[in-house]
């Protein structure tokens, strides 16, 4: 941006270049490109200084690039992101991500600050900065999640306070406790207060929040959704001065439903967003780019769509300097075939070609600190850890429905014999979250109903938000030993069937792979595959599924380290039902 | 704003009052209101809290207004204006403009710097302070405008660097000297500089850029213009990332000419000004409300006109907090009968009702510090001062032209006799300009056509950019009789004819008057009445065209301190034609 300009000196280079009176470094030739500021396509070279776009016209640089018949973008923005949800490195992420034309992603750790506390951030920070992808972090606001669980780390207010007194935090991470928010809550008003207080902005989350309820979510100073599941919501928080962010994610698709709220007069107010994508749509279908195929796809402009992730995203977050080709601007472009299908040929960062035919121009090898490495601290298990004890022959079950998070709340009839619960032939598997941070032992039990499995064990250390061990399965012995795996591993996933183990490692804090995106994405298939075979509901994604069902803010019935909860009554409940 | 907020005291009560838990300070009831970022007018209360919008819904407050049939709209916003030029002090000229719903200026106060140097801006500043209306302070980036005057007072980049220091000045004033920033002049790209490096904006003032030569003046950090004279230029403008300010002053009518560039993809580059307006045409006609009902009336739909003038001028300038009627916005806001005629019948600062029907509910006593006060300082003159020596019988002559401030550089026959020109039987009349800032006794002479004026002399302090005393007159005592009073009555504009002196005081700083605005109006209307009784040509304007003539910049002829400026030529010209 010219605003950080080091002196008159590259001030003077930059007027000589964009004035003609010397050759630029770079031109970008023959191209069309966006005016964002009209939201139209013009014609013209773009002149780069350094790291600066210095003019659009008829230029002449010291290396030239022909794109005859191409489209030249604003690089692109994700307005809301987590980057462990692709279960891949930072420095893998950007891989996939910057050949597609992402250039900012606004990324909020909140996983793995959940794990490791603010040694997981510095890490994200660092390991994105071995890249060419800039990546705004945002400081997790809802560590822990909840108070029901046993997180790896504890962030509240002061801590918040503290940090914003350093750089490294962009802003404040989606505030989820929008209950506590609306109602007024201290602690977690001076959440906010603390992002305010140091010119910070303060992302929100606040599903079916409206009217007065959203009024005191947004006096308090949150200034985004990406929650908005039906038009007239998007429509009323635009409306009360939120930037919605519209999602399409690996699970998340409410891009559809929400354009019908966009039209020319308010679009300034919407930007893009991803949330959770996982590696192998990453791989196989893109990044923002394929948000945006989707917006055309579901009726809107493609120059609309691409203000929306480019200028609007650097509006909102006051990102100076992104998001528009113009002199003064950040020279990060990304060059594509057009504005329909969105295939993205070249990529500049910073002035500097990172990007071709979507591939990586740069590589970087994985550097781990201790911190993010061996989290998985589980005291010693064997099968008589999952014995479930039940005073009587009525027990409380989670019950998988298809095509969605949400749980029921069941009450099976149950057998038990010699102190323990008899599950063959029927459907109920049992469940465990084993806190994984301490190496406490404890261990939340209960039973789970549709999905599947059969004479083994499933395990994930990804389990949203406090990300213990979830094990499910109908064989005690399989179910230690996929718990043992997991720590031998560093954390993943895994699955014990049939006396064979078989797993995809997530040794960084038991959330992403150290691995190469494509063995990951391969590993992660045949797992899948795997899973499958061996009995689990077509249905339901096999440790996607899993990782939802310790997660205490989704109907109905959910498992912690500290038992069954109960999230209508939102509170514990015993085993044993009435 | 909610960022604002002094401690989690304050956000717990604005939570409050937004959820409906207590009652609202303040509440405004069954009006619509203006939905900024969706372009539309809408329904609802609109609940404060001390100067803050807490909610917007059904509430009760501990005060109620009823404004059934009317609408809220944001406190409108002058992007771009010089005070001085309303002749008014800022006391009265908040008092025309707030009851007119203005509640923001972003107010540049080059002509009093250049009189008084930033005493005069502290002046300003302070004036502003007593008054509701909220004005934000350029540092005059052009002080003095040509190196071809004398002015008061001399702001160079080291000067401006130490002024951004401190907190008075928002920004860098609009940067006049744009042939030198596209040239890469190391002090001028000093002086943007200093405003980039302590993250502050840069006016632009760029007529009739284009092209290579915009690029460079945008690449060095300049974001707004105020001068386009066609849509085609508006249109390239924005292009090129600048905010086009719309500007409808008293002289300066680019409304009409540059809304064809304007559509609601692209409305949001484009924020409202009026840059020069004076105090008959505030008092008759209004300040934005104005602009609003010429944009109105020259087509553009009223909802639009009014976010240009509200969330896009605070998105432009950075001005959080402003610019919307949503949570945590400021309550600053401006009650309308209509969204066509936009006449005001009420207006909020900061959560208080300041003017109502038309009237101020403010007023305050004037203070003038010694700075602005007794600042015509002149030489003794006499008759002779004004005695116009040529060689030849060929003189160079301003050629004033009706409608337009262009004059022509003309060649007449004039005769001399006892070493001075002699104009009886002409239409040619003595013009001079008389340094007044430090008694040098400097003066610079020449003839001007189509004037008018017969058996006496006109001059005035204001007198662009320097503001020495223009004088004109057929009658040489008369003339010095002129500069004598309006040093005795510390600057102003006077009229001398048949023996007698009439004059309207401007006594601070020679550029405004402390007297109540209806007062200096009727006191201006008389003057240009007599003036025009005396001779003066009535297709010009008597004092306005006078204060034009020193300015340097404007073609083709001009006259300073220094002598004849052959504006074409960017030099000094002999007043001996060849």
Do not use: W
Request: glycine fraction near 10%; charged fraction near 25%; proline fraction near 3%.
């Amino acid at each position: 941006m010219a605003e950080n300009f080091s002196g008159t000196d590259e001030m003077k280079r930059a007027a000589d270049i964009a004035a003609g009176r010397i050759k630029a470094d770079v031109v970008l030739k023959n191209a069309r490109y966006l005016d964002v500021f009209n939201a139209r396509l013009c014609e013209g070279d773009i002149a780069l200084c350094g790291g600066l776009i210095a003019g659009i016209g008829s230029y002449e640089g010291e290396k030239e690039y022909d794109f005859s018949g191409k489209v030249v973008l604003p690089g692109l923005i994700d307005s809301h992101m987590h980057i462990e949800s692709t279960q891949l490195s930072p420095e893998e992420f950007a891989s996939l991500a910057v050949p597609r034309g992402t250039t900012l992603v606004i990324a909020d750790p909140h996983e793995i600050v959940n794990v490791c506390g603010l040694a997981g951030a510095d890490y994200m920070s660092r390991a994105a900065a071995r890249t060419p992808l800039d990546v705004r972090l945002m400081l997790p606001s809802c560590v822990p999640a909840t108070p029901f669980e046993t997180s790896g780390a504890v962030i509240d207010s002061k801590e918040i306070a503290k940090a914003f007194r350093g750089k490294r935090f962009f802003g404040l991470g989606e505030m989820m406790n929008y209950p506590a928010v609306a109602a007024g809550d201290e602690e977690v008003l001076a959440k906010i207060y603390a992002a305010h207080s140091t010119g910070r902005i303060t992302d929100g989350h606040a599903p079916e929040m409206s009217g007065k309820a959203l009024n005191s979510y947004i006096v308090s100073g949150v200034r985004t959704d990406h929650e908005c599941a039906t038009a007239a919501e998007a429509e009323e928080k635009v409306s009360r001065g939120m930037y919605v962010l519209l999602r399409e994610g690996s699970a998340s698709h409410d891009l559809k439903n929400l354009l019908p709220a966009v039209n020319e007069r308010n679009f300034r107010r919407f930007a893009l967003c991803t949330d959770d994508r996982h590696a192998d749509g990453l791989a196989a279908e893109g990044h923002i780019d394929h948000v945006l195929r989707m917006a055309v796809k579901y009726g809107l402009k493609g120059e609309l769509a691409a203000v929306m992730c480019t200028l609007n995203a650097a509006e909102c977050y006051g990102l100076k300097g992104k998001g528009a080709i113009a002199p003064g601007y950040d020279a990060d472009l990304a060059v594509f075939d057009d504005v329909q299908n969105f295939n993205c040929v070249a990529v500049f960062k910073d002035g500097r070609l990172v990007a071709e035919d979507g591939k990586p121009l740069f590589s970087g090898r994985l550097r781990l600190p201790a911190a993010v490495k061996n989290t998985v601290k589980v005291a010693p298990v064997s099968a008589d850890t999952f014995t479930i004890k039940l005073n009587g022959t009525r027990a409380r079950v989670i019950g998988l429905q298809e095509g969605t998070l949400v749980t029921k709340n069941l009450v099976e009839e149950v057998t038990s014999r010699n102190g323990d619960v008899v599950l063959e032939g029927t459907d109920l598997l049992r469940l465990a979250v084993v806190e994984r941070h301490f190496a406490s032992g404890r261990a939340g039990l209960g039973l789970v109903k549709g999905y599947g499995l059969k004479n083994g064990a499933a395990a994930t250390t990804v389990s949203h938000d406090s990300h213990n061990i979830i094990v499910v399965g109908d064989d005690k012995q399989a179910m230690a030993d996929a718990v043992e795996e997991l720590k031998r591993i560093g954390g993943g996933m895994t699955l014990v069937h049939g006396g064979k183990i078989m797993s995809v490692p997530l040794d960084i804090a038991g959330l992403m792979s150290s691995a190469p995106a494509e063995k990951h994405v391969r590993l992660s298939a045949e797992l899948y595959k795997a899973a499958y075979e061996a009995g689990v509901n077509r249905g339901i994604e096999a440790f996607m599924t899993l990782s939802f069902l310790a997660l205490a803010v989704i109907p109905e019935l959910r498992l912690t380290d500290r038992g069954l909860f109960d999230v209508n009554a939102f509170g514990f409940t015993p085993i044993d039902a009435q």
